[in-house]
């Protein structure tokens, strides 16, 4: 067995080497081996996860990363009384490496779960409005919601007040699946939230929970995060205004031949924009047979070192509509807008956010819609850009930025440690 771990969200700020991702900036540990991850974790606070990078392994190994200020009083709301991390995943009884071999040898996707998991363990979250004050270890402008949305990849953390009658109360997960004709596991997990002091056993009532498909309830709660930016926040920094260099990737699923015996190497002209314009979101070009077969190629991205990226992400409809949570290593970002159909530069930059937009390192994308990122790159190395949805990475649905060394020492990757796993 081989695998390799990655601090899902972490800067690495000059140490790459640490990142994680197989084949991108390390091999996989192989059996019998070691390999000691060493980095400088600077501004952030707040929550993130590891998980291996090998395979489907990510789907059982894994778990939470907290990022705490050096002084608790330092925290921009009141300190908690208590930290409870819930981690959310899928189980299946089966091996999971053989299921997503199935699942790229028949061009499927993966067998639906045999249950969803908190921390683990199946469900027999509570019936309240949690208040989120950060999402992938940024601080945010408070706010009270019913819902929490988080996409794979994505971290939030969310402040519970126990102000209710003494009682027990469930916590319920439940997916969002925004793509039709795919099977999945259509069941909720939960669990229990018991208040000190209950003299009884009465059963808790079950929260009304969204619907599987409830795309106005996930898109308003996306839409409606804010950075907080003021001053009791140590990590924030205002959006660039200026833009340096600005990209248009497309992204979805096609098809491609049986493969043959094939090699390839990296080149450095991903392109700035479609090779192909269409009409990207409609779903009558679904199963256009003159899209579905896009070319395949491993380009990266070469990016100057402290220059400005504006990144317009549009999804597709080819094969079908669907949310894709894109995760960019090595970085956050701010998220300038996001909305539905094709996106239009003349209608659709009156809606940017410059002055406190959210900033994460993963962007749940509209399914039939877009989102518009900016972020400046002050990160030499190779960093990877891919769809969070385990079955979609090893279908290809990825690419590299190459990030230019800066100009002194201070601001140059240094060499790989001598561990470094070898293939």
Not at 25 to 51: D, M, N, P, V
Request: hydrophobic share 35%; proline share 9%.
């Amino acid at each position: 067995m081989y695998i390799i771990k990655c601090r899902h969200g972490i800067f690495q700020i000059l140490s790459g080497w640490a990142n994680g991702p197989e084949y991108i900036s390390q091999c996989a540990i192989r059996l019998g081996y070691s390999y000691t991850y060493q980095f400088t974790i600077k501004g952030q606070e707040g929550t993130l996860w590891w998980h291996a990078h090998s395979f489907v392994l990510r789907a059982t190994v894994h778990g939470a990363l907290f990022i705490r200020p050096r002084l608790v009083s330092k925290y921009p709301f009141l300190q908690p009384y208590q930290e409870v991390p819930i981690s959310l995943g899928e189980w299946w009884n089966n091996d999971v490496v053989e299921i997503e071999n199935q699942a790229l040898a028949t061009s499927s996707g993966f067998l639906p779960s045999d249950t969803y998991t908190i921390n683990g363990l199946p469900g027999d979250l509570y019936n309240c409005s949690p208040n989120v004050v950060a999402i992938d270890a940024g601080y945010t402008n408070p706010y009270v919601t019913d819902v929490v949305v988080v996409a794979p990849g994505q971290t939030t953390d969310a402040l519970f007040t126990a102000d209710q009658p003494v009682g027990s109360y469930y916590v319920a997960a439940s997916p969002y699946i925004s793509t039709q004709f795919i099977a999945f596991d259509n069941t909720t997990t939960r669990g229990l939230v018991i208040y000190e002091g209950l003299s009884n056993s009465t059963a808790p009532l079950m929260p009304s929970m969204p619907a599987f498909n409830d795309t106005p309830t996930a898109h308003k709660f996306y839409t409606n995060i804010t950075g907080l930016a003021t001053k009791s926040n140590p990590h924030w920094n205002p959006c660039p205004l200026s833009v340096d260099e600005r990209l248009f990737m497309t992204f979805g699923l096609t098809l491609a031949p049986c493969p043959q015996n094939t090699t390839s190497v990296n080149t450095t002209d991903f392109p700035d924009k479609p090779l192909v314009e269409f009409d990207y979101t409609n779903p009558n070009i679904s199963f256009d047979q003159s899209l579905l077969f896009a070319p395949k190629s491993t380009k990266v991205k070469k990016l100057k070192f402290n220059s400005t990226i504006e990144i317009v992400l549009q999804n597709t409809a080819l094969i079908g509509r669907e949310n894709h949570p894109i995760h960019i290593h090595g970085f956050n970002f701010y998220v300038l807008a996001q909305g539905f159909g094709n996106y239009d530069a003349t209608r659709d930059e009156a809606k940017f956010n410059l002055v406190n937009p959210q900033m994460r390192n993963t962007i749940a994308v509209p399914v039939g819609g877009w989102a518009v990122i900016r972020f400046k790159e002050k990160n030499p190395g190779v960093w990877l850009v891919h769809c969070h949805i385990d079955v979609h990475l090893p279908w290809g649905l990825a690419m590299a930025f190459e990030i230019e060394n800066g100009p002194t020492p201070s601001s140059t990757l240094p060499p790989p440690p001598p561990d470094l796993p070898k293939c």
